[in-house]
């Protein structure tokens, strides 16, 4: 599993909603980083946000990563439409713009459709959105629920538009709930973050170096490097 870049992730606390009643005119930001590919599910991502606009109106969809045709698909299918002005893509941007814009949002989505790829695979975005305190939605897949429960990360049936949508409107309602949710996810965060998993590789070793019978320890890899991969 890889992990976020600590230099650059920096851990933050989760931010709880304030006494106050939200502005109606501030935007509900939802983000999305990464590869731009079918199996990724963007174009759920757009039919979830077309859905929620009937109740959250000020809703919108921002969009980071690499162009590609897939995209471009995606972006003709809202032009000319009501979503033309909700949903943005702003492209390739470095990670510490990725980690700013994440401190800018209300909501990270992984939005993945389901395949054997998705079924299996950890994405590190969910690990960069909760260092930085923010709520994220998952997929309901093999590969996360290794790591995470439902009280742990906000999870949507995988390929679920629908459920996706229900999800986004859960956060937006229901903010002291979701910020406990965040808070349970980043206790495992702390868990699998890259300097804990090094501490145990190095004691792994040194106990291997000496022959000693090391106790299981879950694979990990080494902090992500670029948005633009398969996360």
């Not at 009280?151 to 049936?157: A, G, P, T």
């Not at 406990?180 to 040194?206: M, P």
């Not at 291997?208 to 090391?214: E, F, R, S, V």
């Amino acid at each position: 599993m890889n992990s976020p870049d600590e230099g650059i992730f920096r851990f933050r606390e989760p931010s709880g909603p304030t006494a106050s009643p939200r502005d109606p005119a501030r935007p509900f930001v939802i983000m999305y980083h990464g590869s731009l590919v079918e199996r990724h599910g963007l174009d759920l991502a757009v039919i979830a946000l077309e859905k929620i606009r009937q109740t959250i109106p000020n809703a919108e969809l921002r969009i980071y990563g690499r162009s590609t045709p897939f995209l471009e698909q995606v972006m003709d299918s809202v032009r000319g439409s009501e979503l033309s002005r909700a949903v943005r893509a702003f492209g390739a941007k470095n990670l510490e713009e990725i980690a700013q814009a994440i401190a800018e949002c209300d909501v990270g989505i992984i939005p993945n459709r389901r395949s054997i790829f998705t079924e299996l695979n950890t994405p590190t975005r969910i690990f960069e959105y909760l260092s930085q305190g923010k709520p994220v939605i998952a997929p309901r897949a093999p590969g996360i629920l290794d790591y995470f429960s439902s009280s742990e990360l906000v999870l949507f049936e995988l390929g679920d538009a629908d459920d996706l949508a229900a999800k986004l409107e859960y956060v937006f309602a229901r903010p002291e709930e979701t910020l406990e949710i965040v808070k349970r996810g980043q206790e495992v965060y702390q868990t699998h973050k890259w300097s804990s998993e090094c501490s145990r590789f190095v004691n792994l070793a040194k106990e291997l170096l000496q022959g000693k019978k090391a106790a299981p320890v879950r694979t990990g890899g080494s902090p992500s490097a670029e948005v633009g991969s398969a996360r």
